[in-house]
């Protein structure tokens, strides 16, 4: 599966961005598919996950309630919904797909988008 993450950019805080992540290759609907982020200096962090049917979803504490995860396979594309944006969201997003056993660590994921970087401003 290759993954492209896009819709990153500049926002003044409490402002709004959606992500966008599409993938090729193998089914995309066969995986659960992740957000985390990675600001500067910090480690990768768990941001929302939605199950490969998208019955389930999952938040970061940190953004729940603000941040709402969504998918269409019929698009091959899983999106996020961002707002009410903080500075401290500014990092670079990624998106990943898999099957991990605990949708929170990055390791489960097999694949991984390149990242798109937003930047939120106080």
């Known amino acids: 599966v290759q993954l492209q993450a896009s819709g990153g950019g500049l926002v003044q805080a409490g402002g709004s961005l959606r992500l966008s992540c599409a993938a090729s290759?193998?089914?995309?609907?066969?995986?659960?598919m992740g957000w985390f982020r990675q600001a500067p200096g910090k480690e990768r962090d768990f941001v929302a996950a939605?199950?490969?049917?998208?019955?389930?979803?999952y938040y970061a504490d940190s953004v729940k309630g603000r941040f709402s995860i969504s998918r269409d396979n019929a698009k091959n594309t899983v999106y996020l919904r961002m707002n009410s944006l903080k500075p401290e969201d500014t990092a670079v997003y990624y998106c990943?797909?898999?099957?991990?056993?605990?949708?929170?660590?990055?390791?489960?994921?097999?694949?991984w988008g390149q990242g798109t970087l937003v930047t939120v401003s106080s």
């Open positions: 290759g193998r089914t995309f609907s066969n995986y659960d």
């Open positions: 990943a797909a898999g099957t991990p056993v605990s949708v929170i660590v990055p390791t489960g994921y097999r694949y």
């Open positions: 939605i199950s490969w049917s998208a019955d389930r979803s």
